[in-house]
């Protein structure tokens, strides 16, 4: 019931994307050069939470994941789906992922980001976690369907969902809280998809 109830959910997200989408189509730009647009907001978001600016960030994020989705609706309705640039999509996806959580260590390291007492300095350590578990729900996901487990997208920390976690927590400076949250959604989701790919490979 989960992944039907979260199908719908990304699915009715398409719906309300489409019109933008057809907007961004007309204006000549191809979806690869929608993806680097991307990679270049999500670079300015990482330098501005190394800076302590969250604030800024999570505004700059919210671009960065906009046309995350854009680029691939904008795909679709050109017709333009080529598998270079859903390789494009993913390597900038990774680079970007580990550049956010990079630079939110570096300022949680020089105190630009407030790290609440309970964390006893371990801060960091979230981060990290947050990093391993980000790359392992793709990776589990991309290896598990290569090796013919059929469409894994069980659980509930997609990258569109991770984005807009640690944008909000930076909109609220509660960065490192959304980071402690995606720590433990992310690995779990990576779990979860272990266990069903388990099942149906077994």
């Known amino acids: 019931m989960e992944v039907d109830m979260l199908s719908r959910v990304r699915e009715r ?16 730009l191809s979806p690869n050069a929608l993806t680097l647009l991307g990679l270049v907001f999500g670079i300015i978001a990482a330098l501005l939470f190394a800076l302590g600016e969250q604030l800024l960030a999570g505004m700059v994020l919210l671009v960065a994941g906009f046309f995350d989705i854009i680029d691939g609706a904008v795909a679709r309705l ?15 996806d990774r680079y970007v992922d580990f550049l956010l959580y990079a630079g939110i260590i570096y300022a949680l390291i020089h105190h630009r ?7 006893l300095g371990w801060g960091w350590l979230w981060g990290l976690l947050a990093i391993a578990g980000s790359f392992m729900v793709s990776y589990t996901r991309a ?20 984005l807009i976690i640690l944008a909000i927590g930076a909109l609220l400076s509660l960065t490192l809280y959304a980071v402690v949250i995606i720590a433990v959604i992310a690995n779990l989701t990576a779990v979860q998809r272990m266990l069903v790919t388990r099942q149906r490979l077994h």
Not at 78 to 92: I, P, Y
């Open 13 to 28: 997200v398409k719906d309300l994307i489409a019109p933008v989408a057809q907007l961004f189509a007309r204006s000549g």
């Open 78 to 92: 050109l017709q333009k789906e080529t598998a270079f640039g859903g390789v494009l999509d993913s390597v900038v």
């Open 113 to 119: 980001i407030a790290e609440p007492e309970i964390m």
């Open 143 to 162: 290896r598990a369907e290569a090796a013919g487990s059929g469409r894994l997208d069980v659980g509930f920390a997609e990258r569109a969902e991770r």
